[in-house]
């Protein structure tokens, strides 16, 4: 596997390919990658002949008291997982390169409306550094197809709504997000939980899954579902953000003739490093 830190060498690399006729897949990640992040490599593979896998730890999508020196870097570990999955190129740019005129004069991109509602409300700014990191990452690799997980299933939303909204010219693909046999969500934050803490963690998936069967039962009544699941969080011992039943298509509040639904969760559980923030999501149709 390549490794390329400079984006004159990486873009000279995918000029190579693109002369060869090879078409390139992308997967953009933070690093520390778990086999979720793997499983959106095999997801690339299966769509590109080609693929590249950046690391970055996107300080601009970090709020001011969240946890940006506290993210894990594992680069040599991460290298290693790379090769024996078979990308054929990590590219690991500085911040310095990616923000070279520094954080707050750089232009940014904001998709509006979606960024601010679930995450977006308890995370402001967030998703404008993402869909800023997101769009200067494609434009730096010019894949045909990028690829990223549904476990960040407003994020994927908000990157398929930049691309649309710029005409640029790359099919953004979703993957199916990766759970251990608990129903836990694979996420680089789990590694901040004890294997008590993440069997606690695994409640959030039964809660969805509980809402789920709630929703097919008694459809009408979403609100009441909602506050049954935040509370059946809190006494199990979580800080829920959001728990709330949303239409797929937008992720605004269903009306009762919309049929396809997704249960977003955001939870706050206490660990060993502090406090510790968890996402996930199902889709659900009634
Ligand atoms: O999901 C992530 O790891 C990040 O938000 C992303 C898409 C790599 C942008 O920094």
Request: proline share 4%; glycine share 6%; charged share 25%.
């Amino acid at each position: 596997m390549k490794h390329f830190e400079q984006l004159s060498d990486l873009r000279e690399q995918v000029s190579q390919w693109r002369k060869q006729g090879l078409t390139v897949g992308f997967v953009p990640t933070m690093g520390n990658l778990h086999e979720g992040h793997l499983q959106l490599i095999d997801t690339a593979q299966k769509h590109a002949e080609k693929v590249i896998v950046s690391i970055f730890v996107n300080p601009m999508q970090f709020g001011e008291n969240e946890d940006l020196d506290a993210y894990p870097r594992t680069l040599e570990a991460d290298k290693t997982a790379l090769t024996m999955r078979g990308a054929d190129a990590v590219f690991t740019p500085s911040v310095k390169d990616v923000y070279p005129r520094g954080l707050t004069a750089q232009t940014f991109v904001e998709v509006p409306e979606i960024s601010n509602i679930l995450c977006g409300a308890s995370r402001p700014g967030h998703f404008r550094g993402v869909a800023t990191v997101v769009c200067k990452l494609l434009n730096m690799v010019q894949p045909d197809v990028a690829v990223f997980g549904k476990k960040d299933y407003q994020q994927l939303m908000v990157i398929r709504l930049m691309a649309q909204d710029l005409s640029m010219p790359v099919s953004i693909i979703g993957m199916e997000t990766s759970r251990e046999e608990s129903g836990l969500a694979r996420s680089s934050r789990n590694g901040f939980l004890s294997a008590e803490q993440k069997q606690l963690a695994s409640e959030i998936y039964k809660s969805m899954q509980s809402a789920a069967s709630a929703i097919q039962e008694q459809s009408n009544n979403l609100k009441s579902i909602e506050a049954d699941c935040t509370e059946q969080l809190r006494r199990a011992g979580f800080k829920p953000d959001y728990f709330s039943i949303r239409r797929q298509s937008d992720l605004l509040e269903p009306t009762t003739r919309d049929t396809d639904l997704v249960i977003l969760v955001a939870a706050y559980i206490e660990s060993a490093t502090g406090t510790t923030r968890l996402i996930d999501n199902l889709e659900v149709v009634r």
